[in-house]
């Protein structure tokens, strides 16, 4: 098995506003920036973050590496053969360290989990649970979620998209660095089945409404809150993080948004 280091893709980090919940901002097109000294920058689905891969998730490299990582190609992925089964596929765009993920996944065992992040210390860590807990239907791509959705997963094929807590790029200059934008969510919602769901969630409110006006505009999309505001209950399936749970103490709010493909 390869070092952590040698895995495609493996040296970014995912960003989000918070340790415990990342998601990470991913435009999948090549879209032009006028940022300075960077007249042809294109959002990525990270920003690179520093952190040490620890022994125990080296070590799940190794052991649960061979069996759960996907190495990126520029080629359709066979999902089943993936998996080893024909089941609902999610794409979750950045998970941290993964404790949300693993979450997930144990409490939707029927569903496939298809997960990119590339910040090794997540990886490590989300490989580790996956070991520790017995989880079978993760499998994780350390890429660019950009050029994954390009090139692996083919139109129309999945059941959900899940983007929590993705970097809030607070600064009004960085905003056009935000994973939700128009161009990205129609890409998204191009490789989403007729009825699959978009989940996204942020704990910054500025974010929180761009998201909603972005979703909104998009008419492919439909938005499964009754609410007048439009913020979905968070569904049972999304647990709080530790990072969550501290900011909701503090007072924060959480705005989830659960949009449906026509």
């Known amino acids: 098995m390869s070092s952590p280091s040698s895995l495609p893709g493996a040296p970014g980090a995912a960003s989000s506003s918070g340790a415990e ?21 294109r959002l990525r689905s990270f920003v690179r973050r520093a952190g ?3 022994t125990g998730q080296s070590k799940a490299f190794e052991q649960w590496g061979p069996q759960f990582l996907l190495p990126f190609r520029e080629a359709r992925l066979d999902v089943d053969a993936a998996f080893g089964r024909h089941a609902p596929t999610v794409l979750e765009i950045g ?7 693993a979450h997930i996944a144990r409490v939707r065992p029927d569903d496939n989990f298809l997960c990119c992040e590339v910040h090794e210390p997540g990886v490590g860590a989300l490989l580790k649970r996956i070991g520790e807990q017995d989880i079978r239907n993760i499998r994780i791509c350390a890429h660019d979620a950009v050029e994954v959705l390009q090139h692996m997963i ?21 905003h056009k660095r935000r994973l939700i934008q128009p161009p990205f969510v129609r890409q998204l919602v191009e490789h989403l089945a007729p009825g699959g769901y978009l989940h996204c969630a942020t704990d ?7 998201m909603l006006q972005v979703l909104r505009a998009e008419p492919l999309l439909a938005n499964t809150s009754g609410s007048p505001e439009g913020w979905a209950p968070k569904p049972d399936y999304r647990p ?23």
């Open 21 to 41: 919940a990342p998601v990470t901002p991913s435009a999948a097109t090549a879209v032009p920036s006028t940022d300075e000294g960077h007249p042809h920058r």
């Open 52 to 54: 040490r891969t620890t």
């Open 95 to 101: 998970f941290g360290m993964g404790e949300a993920t």
């Open 154 to 174: 083919a139109p129309q094929s999945l059941a959900g998209i899940h983007i929590f807590f993705p970097d809030p790029w607070h600064k009004k200059r960085h």
């Open 204 to 210: 910054w409110q500025p974010y929180a409404e761009q």
């Open 240 to 262: 709080l993080t530790k990072f969550e749970n501290r900011g909701l103490r503090l007072g924060h709010g959480v705005w989830d948004l659960v949009f449906r493909r026509a």
